[in-house]
């Protein structure tokens, strides 16, 4: 995927500068950064952020994870949870490891 330079910043608010992509008050080198046609190359952009980076071909979708830091997660499992159910019965998360689930949270203020 690419962009041109103000269609990244406009998306993900990450600008280049000359001293490299630059987010408030931080600034990431970006010497050598694949740029083609004046367009960013978006998978070496995330790299060197530590950004996750999706692609559904599918559905032509794209999402650019946050800045991590390094700190991607290779996994994920999901805490151990017991929640009330409709009824006032508890319900133990752990029932459905291994299959899909959604989970919706709704918070009033």
Not at 42 to 69: E, K, N, T, V, Y
Not at 72 to 84: H, N, Q
């Amino acid at each position: 995927m690419e962009m041109s330079p103000a269609e990244l910043q406009m998306r993900t608010g990450w600008e280049l500068k000359p001293e490299g992509a630059c987010k408030d008050d931080t600034c990431v080198p970006m010497d050598g950064l694949a740029v083609r046609d004046g367009k960013v190359d978006l998978s070496d952009f995330a790299d060197r952020l530590g950004m996750p980076i999706a692609h559904d071909a599918q559905h032509g979708l794209w999402a650019l994870g946050p800045r991590a830091g390094g700190h991607v997660l290779d996994g994920v499992r999901f805490p151990d949870l017991v929640l009330s159910d409709f009824d006032g019965k508890p319900f133990d998360f752990a029932a459905l490891r291994g299959k899909k689930a959604l989970l919706i949270a709704w918070a009033s203020y």
